[in-house]
Structures are given as structure tokens and as C-alpha cells.
């Protein structure tokens, strides 16, 4: 069965080169003869013919671009927590796009001790993003409760209350991980145990997408460097 929006004769040569790429993998060696396969299309092969892929596989099967300048901003649909108290299961950058440039940040996590001065700092000069017709979005792997619960402490106490723009919550770390900004990447140890190398919560990077989707600045700061 062809996946709708699949022309078949890609289908078949991708699914062909898919095969081949599995095949190497499995025998522990990089593919030289196959063409490269489409993420999307190696996940709708995948779907139809119900394959499950150990983990080391699918992780070299997946993207990874160091630099997304040029390229189109992954889009996503995430929970977020809107003008300081309203929480969304579903807010999603490309309902930005078109209409707005993005200021997309992300930051380790809430109730830090660096992260409050960070946000409230972009908080103050919204007024002047909103003047250049320009959206402010923050994001760290907290929760959207913790989100909620952060922007109802005082500045006094340590919290962010007062800041009005999205903050998303990337709970699941995808989005973090497709923006290349995931400190940290999970594997398997030889006992076959889920392991990760890093404290898995983002770094300070900070993208700038322009009105077609394209990102046109990037920047990425280790933890302690505040932007």
C-alpha cells in the first residue's frame, strides 16, 4: 500500500535504499552504495510494514544539523502556557509563521538560579520585539505545570511573574533535540539499558525565523553563559 502523498516510484526506490541502509547498519557498517532516504518517507515505510528498529538504528537514522541557518525551523505542536496563566495542549509555531518573525529561545530549566534574569530581561524589551512585528517564545523541558507554577512566584521569591509570552513546554525533549540544542543524547549500555550522556535539558540557544519558516540566526550558549 502507498502512503498518500508518496509518489510510488519514490516509495520503492527509498524503500529499496532503506533496506540496504538497515541492512549495513545491522551488520555494523556505514552504507556507501545507498541513496539517502527521506526521514518522512522511512517513517511511513516503517508505519505500514510495522518495523521496529533497535534504538542505535533509528538514532543514526535521524537528522542532526549543527547549524539550521537556512533551513526551515522544525515546526511543532507542544503544551505551552499563554499570557502568564493560560495553559494550551496544543500551541504551534507554524500558526506564527506567515504572519510574524520569531524569536525562538530556549533555556535550562525553571526555577533556577541564573534562568529568572534571562526572562524577565526579554520580558522588558517586548515592547519593542511587538513594535517589529516580531513573537517571543521561550522553551525548556519543564512541564507546562511547572511553567504555570513558575510564572505565579514573585520576582521576589525567585519566579518570573509578570512575563506574558509562550512559554512551551518540551516535555518529551523533541523539540529541543530537532533545534540541535539537547545537551545530552540517549543510548544503550552493553546490558541493554536505557542510558543517557548528559543532564538532557537544553542549552541556551536562541533562533530567529523569519515570516517563510527559515531560520535566519542561530546562537548557542552552554548553560552558565546568560545571553
Known sequence: VIPTGVEPVTYCLEGIALSIELRDLQAGKESKGAPKVSLPVRAKIIGRAGLFLPFQVAKRLAPTHAVLVGRKAPLFTAPAVLDGQRIVPDFKLESLIGTKTIVLYFY????????????????????????????????????????????????????????????????????????????????????????????????????????????????????????
Request: glycine share 8%; charged share 20%.
Open 108 to 227: 535550562p530549566k525553571d526555577f533556577s538560579g541564573i534562568c529568572p534574569k534571562e526572562l524577565l530581561a526579554f520580558q522588558d524589551q517586548l515592547p519593542e520585539f511587538e513594535k517589529r512585528n516580531c513573537a517571543v517564545l521561550a522553551c525548556s523541558v519543564d512541564s507546562d505545570v511547572s511553567h504555570k507554577a513558575w510564572l505565579n512566584t514573585p520576582v521576589s521569591e525567585g519566579g518570573i511573574q509578570g512575563v506574558t509570552y509562550p512559554l512551551i513546554s518540551d516535555f518529551t525533549k523533541t523539540i529541543t533535540a530537532q533545534y540541535g540544542v539537547l545537551a545530552g543524547e540517549y543510548d544503550y549500555n552493553e546490558e541493554g539499558h536505557l542510558i543517557c550522556d548528559g543532564p538532557m535539558i537544553p542549552y541556551r540557544g536562541l533562533f530567529v525565523i523569519d515570516k517563510n519558516g527559515l531560520v535566519q540566526h542561530q546562537v548557542v550558549n552552554f548553560f552558565t553563559l546568560v545571553r
